[in-house]
């Protein structure tokens, strides 16, 4: 830059504020959605609460929050308690909200139901009422 006048400075400074890029923000589809995989890290990772995708498959169906064929008789994949899930067409999967996340760190981490009972439950195909479960 010595060698460059200062005029020439000057003119380069105003070209390059002219030419800056700028980043145009496009609103996206299923932003701030997890899928199941990450999901169950999530779990793990921060609130130290171990879950597998059997176990994850039971909770879903015994609270009704998306529908599974071997669980409901008239499956139909967009019946989703949408507070926590929601059915992707484009994908043909589910995606789940942070307030599902949320909604397993109280039920889990207080206990309100185990392993073995929402084990059963799905066996036996019953469906537990969410509001007696959700943080009031």
Do not use: M
């Amino acid at each position: 830059l010595n060698s460059v006048s200062e005029e020439d400075i000057e003119k380069y400074q105003k070209l390059t504020t002219i030419v800056k890029d700028k980043v145009i923000k496009v609103e996206g589809s299923n932003v701030g959605k997890l899928k199941p995989g990450a999901l169950i890290k999530q779990l793990e990772a921060e609130n130290n609460i171990k879950i597998n995708h059997a176990d994850h498959k039971c909770l879903l169906s015994i609270f009704k929050i998306r529908p599974y064929k071997d669980f409901c008789e008239d499956y139909d994949p967009f019946e989703t308690n949408t507070k926590y899930c929601h059915y992707d067409e484009a994908h043909t999967d589910y995606l789940y909200q942070e307030n599902w996340k949320i909604f397993l760190v109280h039920l889990l981490s207080n206990n309100l139901i185990t392993q073995s009972q929402w084990r059963e439950n799905f066996r036996n195909k019953i469906i537990i009422k969410i509001d007696d479960y959700e943080i009031k």
